[in-house]
């Protein structure tokens, strides 16, 4: 018969590796096929073995408690066995949560050059919250949930992550200084992370003015008796 061993190791949202090795309880050999793991929602039908041993990294598994065990099949020489259970906490992910501002023309939407974050009078202010997980690596599932936007204790808006954006206009009516703050909510898979807070000025706008000169003939005429 064979024995194994499974052990994990935890790393919250980011892929977690299970291994192990099967073993044969007496006399020589190496055992051969493939082990199965039970007890987590990992859509792995099984995982060949080399040389006896095994091993799988496994992604996006939700958070949560569980209990799993290696199920070894068995082979033309070995008996099926099956490893002691090996207790496994999945912890949600942290999050990072940054604020940015823009500007952008209220009539075209196109965007308005500004410096320092300060806001042309006039314009749109527009604030963008960017979300990211603790790891973005290839495979690896981004956050989801929504950031909500205030000013002072105030809530103005609450908008869902598109990617790993949130995005909130403001119309830039008012000359002053203002502060706005971006709070992410959180999902099944990543906490809250903490408020961002972010200053911007609402300044005068800059003119332009145009001179054209229009151009008028005169005829003059004579007369002759």
Do not use: W
């Not at 082990?35 to 095994?54: D, H, R």
């Amino acid at each position: 018969s064979g024995m194994m061993e499974a052990s994990m190791t935890r790393n919250p949202v980011q892929p977690i590796t299970l291994s192990g090795t099967v073993t044969a309880a007496s006399g020589s050999g190496t055992p051969s096929g493939a082990v199965a793991i039970e007890g987590m929602q990992l859509n792995q039908a099984s995982i060949p073995l080399s040389g006896g041993a095994y091993s799988q990294a496994v992604a996006n598994l939700v958070p949560g408690a569980y209990s799993i065990a290696a199920n070894y099949v068995g082979d033309g020489g070995f008996l099926n066995s099956t490893s002691a259970p090996v207790s496994v906490v999945v912890a949600a992910a942290s999050t990072t949560n940054s604020l940015a501002f823009s500007a952008a023309d209220t009539v075209t939407g196109g965007p308005v050059p500004i410096i320092n974050n300060n806001i042309p009078y006039g314009t749109a202010v527009v604030a963008t919250a960017s979300v990211l997980g603790a790891s973005t690596a290839p495979g690896v599932l981004a956050p989801t949930g929504s950031v909500t936007f205030s000013s002072g204790s105030t809530a103005l808006s609450t908008v869902s992550l598109t990617g790993k954006t949130a995005t909130y206009q403001i119309p830039a009516t008012q000359i002053g200084t203002y502060s706005l703050t971006a709070s992410y909510s959180g999902d099944s898979n990543y906490n809250a992370s903490p408020a961002t807070t972010l200053s911007y000025n609402i300044v005068q706008s800059p003119t332009a003015i145009e001179v054209r000169s229009e151009e008028h003939t005169s005829e003059l005429q004579s007369h002759h008796d």
